[in-house]
């Protein structure tokens, strides 16, 4: 390497106020008129970003002892449940959970007003939420409901801990069916009647670090609108995924395990969504630095929507029926350009993550950095990457009767 | 000359009178109509385009009003929550008029009221619910 630079060195920068700092979209154009190395030699860091739904996100909650106590056995924010089986007082909030008197699919396609995306967009506003719980009463936890009102700034504890965000890569969704359908990936109409993809491209994170040689076990980074961190691989992770001559991967690939405190993020960043027909979830803003040790992580970072391609896949069929194969790959400058060729047609695509976000954590990021608020960190350890080996596995279908372990 | 997009409701007694046949012959307007529905309890909408002579127009709105129905401009019905939406795109392929469109190459997604037909498809299909309208829409759902 003709560059080489340590992330003491980056964060030396950093807080003399002296370090270069570019958006990974910005970067682009410096690669491919300087070239990579003399585009290392001059930047430190270039910020990355995603705006888009997250589903496997949710927060750890510490609401406080009541008095008498109780050891929560089922917990409801604004009739939302959450999961009370941890300890007394301690819950997880999974930004789907629906309440139970949401009509779901009854009225198809159902609406999912509120959900536990919504409740965690509530607390981060520093809104009121009604708190009910329930238990059996024991000798040291008497008590048996409680129904009260709380605030993200009065419990505890509020963690922010997201099992799976940052895919790295997406399919494309679309509908070879006769009808309308409704997904995750939005409104599908019939006969490949609309695409949508969800990830920023060139501004995602995992495309500009695609073997995880920076991103680790500790990594800091924005997280809804505060400060978060790499937690752990995410689930699903799929690092041995095919990819493209520059180590893109081809199909939905990597994948971080996030967390943070909830306190100090903010609600333009974390929120409630509602997918007609599908359920609530929440759309989580992140973005992760990466730092420019050589001109190597530099050409990665020069990845630009005609280099990144994505599946796509149909969600009639295959999709729900766990059907392998797809309809064929399209690159990202194609999709964001609004239509796609496909099967001899030409169809319209449109996103469910949100560039201009992305663009706008990327520049937040930049700035904190910049400014000397927001450093770097060495990660403890690396992640798994593709020479892991790690296959994605389903889930067996074996006759419950029939337990070999018997 | 006026030109004007309105909505007509329709209470479930009138539902069935010739109005824009009226709207035309006895007012001298031209009628363009954008979409119609009548719902489950017989009360009607009408969404339409009229345009005519101002004195003739304000003459046909008198009379209708006289007749039961309830008008409200058309461009007053979807609002688009600029502070809720997200600007992920999702709504630019279910508009069907374009009114809701990525700005390219930014990515912005802007709302362009002049277009929108208030067909309401973009309610239920923004994930954020940035879009809204004021008129109690749960009648005609
Ligand atoms: S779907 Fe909703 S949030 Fe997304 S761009 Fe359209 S109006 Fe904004
Ligand atoms: S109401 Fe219809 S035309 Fe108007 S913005 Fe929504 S989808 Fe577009």
Redesign the interface.
């Known amino acids: 390497m003709k560059v080489n630079r340590s992330i003491e060195e980056i964060n030396a920068k950093i807080k003399k106020g002296k370090a270069v700092v570019l958006t990974a979209e910005a970067v682009i154009d410096l690669v491919e008129q300087k070239g990579s190395i003399e585009a290392a030699a001059s930047v430190d860091v270039v910020t990355t970003g995603t705006f888009g739904p997250m589903c496997s996100s949710g927060v750890f909650l510490n609401v406080g002892h009541s008095s008498p106590r109780i050891k929560l056995t089922e917990a409801y924010l604004n009739g939302v449940p959450a999961y009370a089986g941890i300890a007394a007082v301690d819950l997880y909030l999974g930004a789907t959970a629906l309440p139970a008197a949401d009509p779901a699919n009854r009225n198809y396609p159902g609406e999912f007003l509120y959900g536990g995306g919504h409740v965690i967009e509530d607390l981060v506003s520093g809104k009121e939420v009604r708190f009910e719980g329930f238990s059996y009463g024991t000798d040291c936890y008497p008590r048996r409901k409680v129904d009260t009102i709380i605030r993200l700034d009065e419990i505890n504890e509020a963690t922010l801990f997201n099992p799976r965000n940052a895919y790295q890569n997406y399919n494309v969704a679309v509908n070879r069916g006769e009808k309308t359908i409704y997904t995750y990936m939005g409104v599908l109409k019939p006969n490949l009647g609309n695409a949508y993809y969800s990830t920023a491209g060139q501004l995602s994170p995992l495309f500009n670090d695609p073997y995880l040689k920076t991103i680790g076990l500790g990594t800091r980074i924005f997280l809804g609108g505060g400060i978060g961190y790499v937690a752990w691989h995410g689930t699903q992770h799929n690092p041995s995924a095919a990819r493209t001559d520059k180590g893109i991967p081809r199909d939905p690939a990597g994948t971080l395990a996030l967390i943070g405190d909830l306190k100090q993020m903010n609600a333009r960043w974390l929120r409630g969504l509602s997918f007609l027909g599908y359920g609530a979830t929440l759309q989580v803003g992140l973005g992760i630095p990466i730092p420019i040790l050589n001109e190597e992580i530099m050409q990665y970072c020069a990845v630009r929507d005609d280099d990144i391609i994505a599946p796509v896949t149909d969600y009639y069929k295959d999709y729900p029926n766990l059907e392998d194969g797809n309809l064929g790959y399209v690159s990202y400058a194609e999709l964001k350009s609004g239509l796609i060729n496909l099967e001899g047609g030409k169809i319209p695509t449109a996103s469910l993550s949100s560039y201009a976000g992305a663009r706008e954590i990327a520049i937040t990021l930049k700035e904190w950095i910049e400014s000397g608020r927001f450093l770097l960190t060495e990660p403890s350890t690396k992640l798994p990457s593709a020479e892991a080996d790690i296959v994605l596995k389903s889930m067996p279908q074996r006759d419950p009767e029939k337990r070999e372990d018997d | 000359m006026v030109k004007q997009k309105i909505v007509l409701r329709f209470p479930p007694n009138i539902v069935e009178q010739p109005i824009i046949y009226m709207m035309i012959k006895d007012f001298d307007l031209m009628v363009n109509i954008l979409r119609a529905d009548i719902n489950p309890r017989k009360e009607g909408r009408l969404m339409m385009e009229v345009s005519g002579e101002n004195a003739d127009y304000q003459r046909a709105m008198a009379w209708l009003k006289e007749q039961g129905l309830i008008i409200t401009n058309l461009e007053q019905q979807i609002i688009w929550r600029e502070d809720r939406c ?9 508009c069907p008029t374009g009114a809701l469109h ?1 700005e ?1 190459p ?4 802007q709302f362009d009221q002049d277009k929108c037909i208030v067909c309401e498809l973009c309610l ?2 923004c ?3 940035a879009m809204e309208t004021p008129i109690d829409n749960a009648l005609f759902r």
Do not use: E
């Open positions: 997200t600007h992920c795109g999702a709504c630019t392929v279910i990525f390219r930014s990515m912005n997604v239920r299909a994930p954020a619910r």
